[in-house]
């Protein structure tokens, strides 16, 4: 239940409802978050179920094509407030953060409604009958679901959980009802590699899986008192890559893995026709081969002559991509030149190099005494918090450009922003 605050005067029951009356149920499904109210907003009809002046009371309303809106604003409870993560993972990355983030950080989430929102990944331990019903009712789809193993006593094992739990029956249920969803598997030698991986993306697929994603761990230089993991190495990496490739033969656009699993195992990755639409790119699936296919296609539109110097910062992972499309830069345009400045991540330990992780800390720790004559220098977004301009150490892009004593350029870390940047940039 909530409290109406405000009624927007083209809302389609705007003549029927009144500040202040408490919405209990859309459709006789009761109004617990904004996702009842998102729902019902896109019906072609429905009721709501309120309470005015202590009498209940239910109203219609017909919305042809979803053309209107119900235009209502509510108080804050029902807001979506994150679901907490009851598990325990092994390799849990907010276990290895250092202290004094910002609090944001260190929020576990593990949350369907953000999963099918923003599509974070989720392990659905925390489900209730009502989150499933709701799941099923609204069909919410796609989801984004971290399965690890498909074996019970090792996904047990991986996410630190002692009930019982059928992931598998779960997965089976939505598939049969029409809920499609995503997975993904965090890789930890000797845990879930070799044949247990083989058994999962065998699975995987016959639950109707629409993907796999196959990630390597990641572990931090801040692991205290966690357990002991092995890094996923060269021989573990090509293992991987061998069968999720073959599998994928079988089954094309079914399993992927990560562009940092090419990198260990020093392998290039596939073109872009391979990774189809891109379903996993936000797990680090394909981010090379879109990098060079958003590369190229803004350098047909660039300029005929450029002449500037300018810098670029990196992680480690991203260094040998970045190298390349300085060479290609550099000769198409002879009076160009692009520095490439890998930073070395000790802010969270030097097992860590995705760009992403990459802070400002280390950036000024590694080349804040060099004098160059970069024009300025660019920063990919990855590096930013979403929507704003501090690194995840909390400096901003203005105290880091004081720093440097040098303009900070930020650019989409895609390669039609890494082409802009480097050309436009600086403009």
């Known amino acids: 239940m909530a409290k109406i605050l405000e009624i927007d005067e083209e809302s389609i029951v705007a003549r029927k409802l009144r500040v202040g009356d408490d919405v209990i149920a859309f459709s006789g499904n009761q109004f617990i978050d904004l996702l009842d109210y998102s729902y019902a907003e896109g019906c072609e009809k429905g009721t709501i179920t309120f309470i005015r002046d202590g009498v209940k009371k239910t109203i219609s309303y017909r919305n042809p094509d979803a053309i209107g809106t119900l235009g209502l604003t509510f108080d804050s409870s029902v807001e979506i407030v994150p679901k907490i993560c009851v598990n325990n993972c092994l390799f849990c990355f907010v276990r290895q953060l250092p202290k004094n983030l910002r609090s944001t950080l260190y929020v576990k989430d593990d949350d369907y409604r953000l999963s099918f929102i923003c599509g974070s990944y989720i392990t659905c331990t925390n489900f209730t009958n009502e989150d499933i019903n709701r799941i099923l009712r609204y069909k919410l789809s796609p989801l984004y679901i971290s399965v690890h193993a498909t074996d019970k006593a090792i996904q047990k094992r991986l996410l630190g959980i002692k009930k019982d739990f059928d992931q598998l029956a779960l997965l089976r249920l939505f598939h049969e009802n029409g809920i499609k969803f995503h997975t993904q598997i965090v890789l930890v030698p000797g845990i879930n590699d070799g044949e247990v991986l083989q058994k999962s993306l065998e699975d995987l ?223």
Do not use: W
């Open 205 to 427: 697929a016959e639950v109707g899986a629409e993907t796999v994603a196959v990630v390597p761990v990641g572990l931090t230089g801040h692991r205290n008192g966690l357990p002991d993991l092995k890094q996923v190495d060269k021989e573990v990496a090509c293992d991987c890559i061998d069968r999720c490739e073959k599998f994928y033969e079988a089954h094309p656009g079914f399993c992927y893995c990560s562009d940092e699993m090419y990198l260990i195992a020093d392998r290039d990755v596939p073109d872009a026709a391979y990774y189809q639409s891109f379903p996993q790119i936000e797990n680090g699936v394909g981010l090379i081969a879109k990098f060079f296919e958003d590369f190229y296609d803004e350098l047909s539109y660039a300029p005929k002559s450029v002449r500037r110097t300018v810098g670029l910062f990196t992680g480690l992972s991203g260094l040998s991509t970045m190298q390349k499309a300085k060479r290609i830069l550099e000769e198409k345009y002879k009076n160009l030149h692009v520095n490439i400045y890998p930073v070395i991540n000790h802010f969270f330990g030097e097992s860590v190099t995705v760009t992403g992780l990459v802070t400002a800390t280390d950036i000024i720790e590694q080349y804040g005494d060099k004098v160059t004559d970069d024009k300025y220098y660019l920063v990919p977004s990855v590096m930013l918090k979403e929507f704003g301009n501090q690194f995840l150490d909390d400096i901003t892009v203005e105290e880091l450009s004081a720093k440097l004593n040098k303009k900070i350029v930020v650019t989409p870390a895609g390669g039609d922003g890494f082409v802009r940047g480097v050309l436009y940039g600086g403009k």
